[in-house]
């Protein structure tokens, strides 16, 4: 769920290529796309139908043809998409062509977990430096990264090169954790505290919120239980809308 977006920069001599302005639904099902051609890739598949990449990641072909027709990428008829140009013209797209150092604040139950996944280096990022505000949290060793005291926060981000800051604190503190990585220059943030932050124009804010899903979930178990205490339950429903009744 993105907070906020800003439009990109204008493109310097010397700076980073300036990109296709996509739109925001085709940039979040880049990574489904970019998952599927590796999955492809390690298991030998040199070329992929965009019927084929498109059941990979669960999308429909033809919204997947359109996507990919934004990166300038358009397959070849009777062959598809050859997979390992396709994967360099979406890391390219997405700015992993370089490995981006990652600051962690907040190391309780879902912060611990997150410190300690492995699969976060092969996709380019790098958990960098953890951080928590709790003394008997300070020195503990996760990782083999040692949590730091917040208030080092500005000191780390300069030496290890912060790009990206993830706050997993509890509500009450995302905002100063926020306000801090802003202060120290961090501009994308992603959020798994259960709040909305107030972030200054040019911050890219992402909310991982679990709860919010699960209540989405329970919304369609709640209509499937609704439906089958129906006369007749689903079956008869299908059955009636089949016939125009």
């Known amino acids: 769920m993105s907070q906020h977006r800003h439009p990109g920069a204008p493109g310097r001599a010397g700076a980073v290529p300036a990109l296709p302005d996509l739109p925001e639904a085709t940039v979040a099902r880049l990574p489904e796309y970019l998952r599927a051609l590796h999955a492809l890739a390690d298991t030998g598949h040199e070329t ?41 013209q979406i890391e390219s797209v997405l700015g992993l062509t370089q490995c981006r150092s990652v600051a962690l604040v907040g190391v309780g139950n879902l912060g611990h977990a997150l410190a300690g996944y492995d699969g976060f280096a092969s996709r380019g990022f790098r958990i960098a430096a953890l951080f928590d505000a709790d003394p008997s949290r300070v020195g503990e060793e996760i990782n083999g990264l040692v949590v730091r005291h917040v208030d080092e926060l500005a000191r780390v981000a300069v030496e290890e090169s912060i790009s990206i800051g993830v706050i997993a604190t509890p509500a009450p503190a995302a905002q100063a954790v926020a306000d801090q990585l802003v202060a120290v220059g961090v501009t994308s943030i992603l959020n798994f505290a259960p709040c909305v932050l107030s972030v200054p124009e040019g911050v890219d804010v992402r909310k991982v919120d679990l709860a919010i899903e699960l209540q989405i979930l329970s919304f369609h178990e709640h209509r499937k239980a609704s439906l089958t205490a129906l006369p007749g339950g689903l079956a008869a429903t299908d059955t009636q809308e089949a016939i125009g009744t």
């Open 48 to 88: 992929v139908s965009s019927e084929g990449l498109a059941n990979a990641a669960g999308v429909n072909s033809a919204k997947l043809r359109k996507d990919l027709s934004h990166l300038g990428s358009y397959g070849t008829r009777g062959v598809g998409y050859d997979v390992t140009l396709l994967i360099d």
